[in-house]
């Protein structure tokens, strides 16, 4: 079984300063790993992946997030975060060696990203 | 068509009544995917459709719901008899086989009174 874990429900950090959101995971195998931004009323956007590679992953709006396989965690990282950063962010997980109905991503239960002008 | 297209975005219903969601995929994505995102929660995993193959139903909460696929594209999440607890916001994705990645729609909020 696959699970996901964000431990932050709420995360606060003023503009400009660097932001980081926690995701660890848990599969049988090597993972393949997301992040997506949900903001309100909308649906959910891609932010970046992680299948094969670098450890190190950049996305869209500045985003990057860092594959940790001893401690199987991909957190969500900016620089410098911005005021329209203000979202919802999940992670998402699944395990590539799973078929059938196992293809599906497991997601997080979300954390809620507030930055402070 | 460029992106998943959800219809209608909002519902609203009374108790008991039955409505129908639709989900229109990428062109090309073989792989549909329903989810149900209820207030202040993360996403609750629904039905997976993979080409012509039988789809996973293992998330379906209750006989009452439903879905169908046709013809490899459209599907519609069908919930009979609905309930307050069904109020939620019902998310649809669709991805390429690889299942690389999802695209989501904007969703269908659906408010049972």
């Known amino acids: 079984a696959q699970s996901v874990a964000q431990p932050e429900d709420q995360v606060n950090v003023a503009e400009g300063n660097p932001l980081t959101v926690k995701c660890t995971y848990s599969?049988?195998?090597?993972?393949?790993l997301f992040w997506y931004v949900q903001y309100p009323n909308r649906g959910l956007q891609f932010l970046l992946k992680?299948?094969?590679?670098?450890?190190l992953v950049k996305g869209s709006y500045g985003f990057e997030a860092e594959f940790n396989k001893s401690q199987t965690s991909f957190h969500l990282k900016k620089p410098s975060a911005l005021v329209s950063d203000s979202a919802l962010y999940f992670c998402a997980v699944r395990d590539p060696i799973s078929s059938g109905s196992a293809r599906q991503l497991t997601f997080g239960s979300g954390t809620q990203l507030t930055v402070l002008p | 068509g460029a992106g998943v297209s959800q219809s209608p975005s909002n519902k609203v219903t009374e108790k008991g009544k039955d409505v129908e969601l639709r989900c229109d995929p990428i062109?090309?994505?073989?792989?549909l995917y329903w989810y149900r995102q209820s207030l202040g929660q993360g996403l609750e995993f629904l039905i997976y459709f993979q080409g012509n193959s039988a789809p996973d139903k293992s998330g379906l909460p209750s006989d009452r719901f439903s879905a169908e696929r046709t013809g490899g594209s459209v599907s519609t999440l069908t919930i009979q008899r609905t309930q307050q607890e069904d109020s939620a916001v019902y998310l649809c994705?669709?991805?390429?086989?690889?299942?690389?990645?999802?695209?989501f729609g904007s969703g269908t909020r659906l408010t049972v009174v």
């Open positions: 992680y299948i094969t590679g670098d450890n």
């Open positions: 994705a669709s991805s390429t086989y690889e299942g690389y990645g999802y695209t």
């Open positions: 599969v049988s195998g090597n993972p393949y």
């Open positions: 062109s090309g994505h073989t792989a």
